[in-house]
């Protein structure tokens, strides 16, 4: 079991480009003791900020491919026929991007020449950065299953967690509310949502506040470059107040944040002023 003291914060957003890697890398270098996740599987970043060293490097198989024995075969074009997203080419050569595992080809073989093979969706990895261990992944091209992906690296990092003892787990979580997304949320303590200025900042910070609620996950809002458009933000306040949902951060643009990534440091690390200070007083809130 994991450690009673252990807590699981979660960062995500409801659409990318939020800020979302920028506010995850901060509590990388103010939280102590602890274990951080990538779960963008998809478009991992965070390790462009911690610059992490690869202690142990693993294959993620997920899904299957047909695969045809070209000596069994007896090129009756059976599969051809049957196989609705045209995977199967001339000479009888499986397009892996095109399978979709589906089998129906395999089942309906008559020399049974054809087999399913589980694929090597992707990688996960165990790595080691100035601020701690971090669990990331890389999810092969269009490649499936990247929640299942994320379900593996969350254990992970708990089981690395529960060995080293941590405090807590840092995740960074990937945008939108689809699957990686439910993958990421299960079983946290806490889910911040970071957000930005705009309409459709807004409706996309709803959807995934909506998702974490049904996960019975309390939620925390963080508007980040909430002065390019303070009326806006205003309008997010309005809307968090009447949910009930904490509002703990207004983080103000800053020109010098992009100096940092450009830099691979954190704001933490790289930036003085009022946009350090509010991250600060944000993880500062959270600890509470």
Known sequence: MLSVALKQILVISGKGGTG???VTGAFAALAKNKVMVDC???AADLHLLLQPVVKERHIFKSGKTAVIDKKTCTECGECIAVCRFGAIKPGFV???YSCEGCAFCANLCPAKAIEMRENVAGEWFISET?????VHAKLGVAEE???KLVAKIRQAAKELAQ???SDYVIIDGPPGIGCPVIASLSG???AVVVTEPTLSGLHDAQRVMETASYFKVPVYFIVNKYDLNPEMTLKIEDFCKEKGVPMIGRIPFDKSVVNSMVAGKTIIEHVKGRTKEELVNIWEKIKQ
């Open 20 to 22: 979302k890697t920028v």
């Open 130 to 134: 100035r601020f701690g261990p971090l």
């Open 145 to 147: 299953n990247s929640g």
């Open 163 to 165: 060995n080293k003892n």
């Open 188 to 190: 946290v303590d806490l």
């Open 40 to 42: 963008d599987v998809d």
């Open 94 to 96: 499986v397009e892996n």
